[in-house]
């Protein structure tokens, strides 16, 4: 029966030993840093290294702090710009707790610290896009626009930039960080996620961009047609030329053989009597021949030479 009891006692012991050790030691991983809290009241310098550290049993505690880069991920808002058009602006940043013992008496926890940087991030957001134009906002650098050779009327020019997207960025990045330096957390980027018009601007700016787009193609219309319409009248012009050299040569070649024939002619009809005779009697049937149809009738006088060839034939 003693032995009984002393085998509880001891196992009573080992498990307040137990506690007692569990509440003195806690652990820290490579991705934590913790602060040593007594009664709520921060005790201490912070835990930053990964390992084993100790603290006070059961009156003393340890609050825990991510140490990697945490991500922040803004609302997106409507911002007036310098130049009166109103945008939607989306933004996101990284940051990082580097004071967790500020951290801890000013914010208490990471929820506490995101919604801080929604105000001081928003606000300097809002700030920066209404001190500058929309094309600053939009734009890094005064590029120079690739354009195609003879449309350079085609090519919108693009306005010169003062400050630039990178530049306000930057400006953004380090006003946040100004006004948390107390804070216990560094802002280590800022950027602009996505800038769009709200929806009532974008419609006339999409209509504006449609129109701008008939507008060059129309011109490139114009520009096709008028080609086209030269095409089609030096076609003509050597069509003409081609058809007048033809006709030309075809009335050459017909002259040469009317010459050639009227030199037949001339020789057969020197030649004899029956020659001449026979050269008369064609020429009477060819003039007979282009002069009648079927529906024609003819009255020839006795006198004719036509009549006399007609009655020698009978």
Request: proline share 2%; no cysteine.
């Amino acid at each position: 029966m003693n032995m009984g009891i002393r085998n509880i006692i001891l196992l009573v012991l080992a498990a307040i030993l137990a506690a007692v050790l569990f509440s003195t030691i806690f652990i820290l991983d490579e991705t934590q840093q913790a602060i040593v809290t007594q009664f709520g009241k921060p005790v201490g310098a912070p835990r930053t290294d990964p390992g084993m550290h100790f603290k006070v049993p059961f009156i003393q505690k340890a609050q825990f702090f991510d140490k990697r880069y945490l991500e922040w991920d803004g609302d997106v808002n409507q911002v007036p710009t310098k130049d009166k058009k109103f945008i939607l602006v989306d933004t996101y940043a990284r940051w990082e707790i580097t004071d967790p013992l500020q951290f801890f008496i000013r914010l208490r926890d990471e929820r506490s610290g995101q919604s801080r940087l929604d105000d001081i991030l928003d606000g300097e957001t809002r700030n920066a896009v209404a001190s500058h134009k929309l094309i600053d906002l939009v734009r890094s650098s005064n590029r120079t626009p690739e354009v195609v050779e003879n449309y350079m009327e085609a090519i919108d020019i693009l306005d010169s930039i003062s400050v630039g997207r990178g530049t306000i960025e930057a400006e953004i990045q380090k006003k946040a960080n100004e006004r948390t330096s107390d804070l216990g957390i560094r802002i280590l980027d800022f950027r602009f996620k996505r800038m769009n018009y709200v929806e009532d601007v974008r419609q006339r700016v999409y209509e504006r961009m449609i129109s701008e787009r008939n507008r060059i193609a129309d011109q490139f219309r114009s520009e096709g047609q008028g080609e086209a319409r030269k095409i089609q009248g030096d076609k003509e012009r050597d069509l003409a030329r081609i058809q007048s050299e033809a006709i030309m040569q075809a009335q050459r070649i017909r002259g040469r053989a009317d010459s050639s024939a009227t030199a037949i002619y001339a020789r057969a009809y020197n030649r004899t009597a029956a020659s001449r005779e026979l050269y008369g009697f064609l020429k009477s049937l060819e003039v007979l021949e282009k002069s009648m149809d079927g529906q024609s009738s003819v009255i020839l006088s006795t006198e004719s030479e036509l009549y006399k060839y007609l009655k020698k034939m009978n």
